[in-house]
């Protein structure tokens, strides 16, 4: 039996981000690159979007962002998944990347490893996953005035 065959123009990908781009200018439009970016391929896709002006992109695990940072030194790299461990947090710190916070623990375990620079994920009612509302403002409350 023969197997499948799948051709991806990275031309079309680019062409297809900076339209993206174009459209949500002047908010940044980032890239996310899940699941090997869907199956493309990191180590194809990542590049072929940051020749395209993509400076942001967004992973699902650790070992994917170190794929995508290998592809692209300069960008910012989020996981999405933040640190689920205190070995993920150190995998997450010395790369680089920014983990994506989903609860308190989250934070606590962060901070305790790290401290560096993360994005908060707030639970807006869409899904499961980010701090309720009030954590989130508790946790404002908590750190104003200084950066976390």
């Not at 908010?27 to 993509?54: Q, R």
Request: cysteine-free; aromatic content about 6%; glycine content about 12%.
């Amino acid at each position: 039996m023969a197997g499948g065959r799948l051709t991806i123009d990275l031309g079309a990908l680019a062409a297809n981000y900076r339209r993206l781009a174009a459209l949500s200018a002047p908010a940044e439009t980032a890239a996310v690159v899940k699941a090997d970016a869907y199956g493309l391929g990191i180590e194809h896709a990542v590049p072929a979007l940051a020749a395209a002006g993509s400076r942001t992109f967004f992973v699902a695990y650790p070992a994917e962002g170190l794929a995508a940072r290998a592809a692209a030194p300069d960008a910012r790299v989020f996981v999405l998944s933040g640190p689920m461990g205190e070995q993920s947090a150190g995998v997450i710190a010395e790369a680089g990347l920014i983990p994506v916070l989903n609860s308190v623990d989250d934070i606590a375990l962060w901070r305790r490893v790290s401290g560096g620079r993360a994005a908060l994920h707030v639970d807006t009612g869409m899904n499961r996953l980010g701090v309720s509302e009030s954590e989130a403002a508790v946790f404002a409350a908590e750190n104003a005035g200084g950066e976390t």
